[in-house]
């Protein structure tokens, strides 16, 4: 039975463990036996099985004294870059590898609360800088997904790779991640899970660690629509500690589930009709179309002019409050100390040994960017773009209820394929960043595979705190789609 | 607009972060094409256009200003590279 019961969505082990079908502890030792066998994929940093068993038992506890949770029982993956209380927390990067904080996310506490079980802290980019995994301190994570005929190791994307990999294997039953640019939807896309990036201020970011405080978001990585909206229901809610926290009430995001969702205007924005993109990607993005349609939805082109300023727009405005945020790590209260000749010299050495490559490059691109005598021209420049990049869409939704769109220009790629080319790496992210610089939720939901059989992804993006009409529409698609492909577990 | 290494150089001693002096060239090129690549921006025209520093467009919350949290000393320190007698010991900032 062990085996069957990673292949459970999450849905249904709440289902099972509400019928006394299992206990909680089972569901936990099958996952853990799971994620056990499932090293060569890297996507766990840290296991921690005896914590996952002993959250397992209580909450059996619990659900004998008729005081389970919404979560209660279910074991999840939490993305590295979640504080967890006594629980060794890097971002991936060496400059944390020793740190154990003291404290509990509020988002990771929100589900502890809800009765949820932690199997172990999930692989990344380092400081969630990059679209393949491939900057993670720890090495990258490999896609369970294969090309057919084919053993080469793909990525996962990133930056939560872990977290994707993780769900799409079969290690978790749902995780957590974040999105600055496209970290949740991206990876969610290449390996054929849900991705929910919110609404900026949905959820609290208190205890995540910042790389771009004005776009990062914490979202769900899931099986299905329904687990991620039961997931995102347990971490929203406002936060006093994070000032940007939403002072709004959580809506019951799985009862949009299966609504109908006849009469609904969907935008097809034609600027996200790029050069270059494969054709199958534009054939499945018109399957997304008519499935929308075939459901009672109105198709409308809309126009969206400022969108190929987007990535550029993003690449000085996260990269400088990036500068700003890693500005913390020197040394001095917490994180890795590289002993030098004076003051200066132990921040330059403990910097130049903890940061990797792709974190420096931001940093330095962010210094430059915010130093004397450039600021108006990129850094005021970029946030005055912003704002047109942000009201384009708020003249789209005078229009429309939703954007439907691709998730990602292309299907996972092979490691190593972009590493060497950062603004190549870059656009990945071209169809997600625009959802995080106006603030807004976006859904990344499977549509169908490649001819290479890779998983590809649809995108919807939703007006702000509308995540209740993303999921409807995302269930809709998700039923039409009718995605039901595994990737071959070789890893066992 | 194209960096050169001496500007690779001042901009890591502003970040505080060691590169060595072979770095400095590749450094340059990257972002040189990095940057090259954000100028587009130039062709938006932005006259007029308030920046946007948040998405969120909500004013920011005031609280009382009264101690809520603290008195662990314990805990603040105990992840410190180095620390004695509830302090941080840190290196030589006078000479």
């Known amino acids: ?492 | 607009m194209a960096i050169d290494a001496a500007t690779v150089r001042r901009v890591a001693k502003l970040a505080r972060i060691r590169e060595p002096e072979e770095r400095l060239e590749p450094l340059a090129r990257e972002l040189s094409s990095i940057l090259g690549w954000i100028e587009q921006l130039g062709e938006v025209d932005t006259d007029g256009v308030e920046p946007m520093a948040s998405a969120v467009a909500a004013k920011l919350p005031m609280r009382e200003d009264v101690v809520t949290d603290g008195g662990d000393a314990g805990a603040v320190l105990s992840n410190a590279p180095a620390d004695a007698d509830g302090f941080f010991v840190v290196p030589k900032v006078v000479e």
């Not at chain 1, 659900?63 to 060794?88: F, H, S, V």
């Not at chain 1, 996972?412 to 995080?436: C, H, I, Q, R």
């Open chain 1, 1 to 492: 039975m062990g085996a069957d019961l990673t292949s459970l969505t999450l849905k249904a082990a709440i289902e099972g463990l509400k019928d006394k079908s299992f206990s909680s502890e089972e569901l936990t030792r099958a996952h853990v036996d799971a994620v056990e066998r499932a090293r060569t994929l890297n996507a766990y940093v840290l296991e921690t099985p005896d914590k996952a068993i002993a959250m397992a038992r209580a909450s059996d506890e619990r659900r004998a004294k008729g005081e389970a949770g919404p979560l209660d029982g279910a074991p999840l993956g939490i993305k590295d870059l979640y504080c967890t209380q006594g629980i060794r927390t890097t971002a991936a990067s060496r400059i944390l590898e020793d740190f154990t904080p003291t404290y509990e996310s509020t988002v990771t506490a929100n589900l502890w609360r809800d009765g949820a079980v932690m199997l172990g802290k999930l692989n990344l980019d380092e400081f969630a800088m990059g679209s393949s995994n491939e900057t993670s301190a720890f090495g990258p994570v490999i896609n369970p997904w294969r090309a057919h005929n084919s053993n080469q190791p793909l990525t996962p994307g990133g930056s939560s790779g872990g977290s994707a990999a993780a769900v799409a294997a079969d290690l978790c039953l749902g995780a957590t991640a974040t999105d600055t640019g496209g970290s949740i939807r991206q990876p969610a896309a290449l390996t054929g899970t849900v991705g929910v990036k919110p609404t900026y201020g949905r959820c609290s970011r208190w205890g995540i660690v910042a790389f771009a405080s004005s776009l990062d978001q914490a979202g769900p990585i899931a099986k299905t629509v329904e687990d991620a909206a039961i997931l995102l229901r347990s971490m929203s809610g406002h936060d006093p500690k994070d000032s940007t926290s939403l002072p709004v009430e959580t809506p019951d995001f799985p009862s949009f589930v299966g609504k109908p969702v006849k009469g609904l205007r969907i935008g097809v924005p034609k600027e996200y009709r790029i050069e270059g993109m494969p054709e199958e990607i534009d054939r499945l993005w018109q399957k997304g179309v008519d499935w929308l349609k075939d459901a009672g939805c109105e198709i409308v082109e809309v126009s969206l002019p400022h969108t190929k300023y987007a990535l550029p727009t993003y690449y000085i405005v996260a990269p400088a409050e990036a500068s700003s945020n890693l500005a913390r790590y020197d040394g001095m209260r917490y994180g890795l100390r590289v002993d030098a000749k004076n003051l200066n010299d132990v921040y330059e050495e403990t910097r130049g040994h903890g940061f990797g490559d792709e974190v420096k490059r931001r940093i330095l691109v962010g210094t430059y960017v915010l130093s004397a005598g450039y600021y108006d021209a990129y850094y005021l420049k970029a946030q005055k773009v912003r704002r047109r990049i942000a009201d384009d869409f708020e003249a789209a939704f005078q229009k429309v209820d939703a954007l439907l769109t691709p998730t990602a220009p292309s299907a996972a790629f092979a490691l190593g394929e972009k590493a060497s080319d950062p603004v190549a790496m870059y656009l990945n992210d071209v169809f997600t960043v625009t959802v995080n610089l106006a603030g807004l939720p976006g859904v990344s939901l499977p549509a169908g595979l490649d001819s290479q059989g890779l998983p590809l992804g649809l995108q919807l993006i939703g007006r702000p705190l509308d995540e209740g009409t993303l999921f409807s529409l995302a269930g809709a698609m998700e039923k039409a789609a009718d995605f039901r492909a595994k990737p071959e577990r070789w890893w066992a």
